[in-house]
């Protein structure tokens, strides 16, 4: 079944159909509660606002009309304000992507000092984007984690497709600027580019 069968059935009393939509979405949801929370060191608190998103989903469920969003998007909307809703309380100022998608792991047959190095460049680039402000942040993990297009992720952070294009273009920007001393390799600047284009 569709995600919009399911959400009919749903809303026509066939409540027990919701677990599959929780099945369809848990994984994802949970991955980006986790990378949102990790750098206020609060990621212990993933499951219990992953479960908090699909209570408020099912309390709001009524209310959804896919004309405005997909489901997925919306989903998305929720967990990310239940997060920022929580960060509000233990005042942090920052968001995490503390396992960046953006530099695969060496190879294994690499030297212990090509991987030290490597892992090196790794947090370098997991602080920068760290340091980016909450929405470019938001922006960058939906689009890097999720694969999400333009449009979704304008839905999720209420804005337009141009002002997300604009989020991503500086936030990429801002990270390779903060990453320049470490882009002499040109195998650095090949993984930046094809962050990039994406």
Same mark, same amino acid.
């Given at each position: %079944?569709?995600?919009?069968?399911?959400?009919?059935?749903?809303?026509?009393?066939?409540?027990?159909?919701?677990?599959?939509?929780?099945?369809?979405?848990?994984?994802?949801?949970?991955?980006?509660?986790?990378?949102?929370?990790?750098?206020?060191?609060?990621?212990?608190?993933?499951?219990?606002?992953?479960?908090?998103?699909?209570?408020?989903?099912?309390?709001?469920?009524?209310?959804?009309?896919?004309?405005?969003?997909?489901?997925?998007?919306?989903?998305?909307?929720?967990?990310?304000?239940?997060?920022?809703?929580?960060?509000?309380?233990?005042?942090?100022?920052?968001?995490?992507?503390?396992?960046?998608?953006?530099?695969?792991?060496?190879?294994?047959?690499?030297?212990?000092?090509?991987?030290?190095?490597?892992?090196?460049?790794?947090? %370098?680039?997991?602080?920068?984007?760290?340091?980016?402000?909450?929405?470019?942040?938001?922006?960058?993990?939906?689009?890097?984690?999720?694969? %999400?297009?333009?449009?979704?992720?304008?839905?999720?952070?209420?804005?337009?497709?141009?002002?997300?294009?604009?989020?991503?273009?500086?936030?990429?920007?801002?990270?390779?600027?903060?990453?320049?001393?470490?882009?002499?390799?040109?195998?650095?600047?090949?993984?930046?580019?094809?962050?990039?284009?994406?």
């Amino acid at each position: %079944m569709t995600d919009s069968q399911l959400i009919r059935e749903i809303k026509d009393g066939n409540v027990d159909l919701y677990s599959v939509l929780m099945e369809r979405y848990q994984k994802k949801i949970h991955s980006f509660i986790y990378q949102m929370l990790r750098s206020a060191r609060l990621e212990l608190l993933a499951e219990d606002l992953c479960s908090e998103t699909f209570y408020k989903a099912y309390r709001s469920l009524h209310s959804f009309r896919e004309v405005d969003a997909s489901f997925s998007t919306w989903l998305y909307t929720i967990a990310r304000n239940t997060v920022l809703s929580e960060l509000r309380k233990h005042k942090s100022p920052h968001m995490s992507l503390d396992d960046t998608a953006y530099i695969p792991a060496a190879p294994s047959e690499a030297a212990p000092e090509q991987t030290l190095l490597r892992n090196e460049k790794v947090t %370098m680039v997991r602080e920068a984007i760290n340091n980016l402000p909450e929405k470019q942040r938001s922006a960058l993990i939906l689009r890097e984690y999720d694969g %999400m297009d333009y449009q979704e992720i304008a839905s999720i952070l209420g804005q337009t497709v141009s002002a997300v294009k604009s989020l991503l273009f500086r936030a990429r920007a801002s990270v390779k600027t903060q990453m320049e001393p470490y882009f002499n390799e040109p195998a650095m600047l090949r993984e930046y580019e094809e962050m990039k284009v994406r």
